[in-house]
């Protein structure tokens, strides 16, 4: 997308989108949390809409994994 003086740009937000919300199997299983996967399919079909995409999610720290891995992994996971 061009830019052009006083553009302010666009920004696609992802937040928390991942498979721990989708039924059934999902360990935090939304009802009907598939439901969102067709849109944000949809929004990530034409990515030079967008000037910055951004996707964050939830890292929840288990008794198997250290916060140093957790972060470090939440990190290399949301620079798209």
Same mark, same amino acid.
């Given at each position: 997308?061009?830019?052009?003086?006083?553009?302010?740009?666009?920004?696609? #937000?992802?937040?928390?989108?991942?498979?721990?919300? #989708?039924?059934?199997? +999902? @360990? !935090?299983?939304?009802?009907? +949390?598939?439901?969102? =996967?067709?849109?944000?399919?949809? !929004?990530?079909?034409?990515? +030079?809409?967008?000037? !910055?995409?951004?996707?964050?999610?939830?890292?929840?720290? =288990?008794? @198997? &994994?250290?916060?140093? &891995?957790? @972060? #470090?992994? @939440?990190?290399?996971?949301? =620079? !798209?």
């Amino acid at each position: 997308m061009a830019k052009h003086a006083g553009d302010e740009g666009r920004a696609l #937000l992802l937040i928390d989108v991942q498979y721990d919300f #989708l039924p059934p199997d +999902g @360990s !935090l299983a939304v009802p009907d +949390g598939w439901v969102i =996967l067709p849109v944000v399919r949809n !929004l990530l079909m034409n990515p +030079g809409i967008y000037d !910055l995409i951004i996707a964050t999610r939830v890292c929840r720290i =288990l008794p @198997s &994994f250290t916060p140093l &891995f957790c @972060s #470090l992994n @939440s990190i290399e996971h949301a =620079l !798209l």
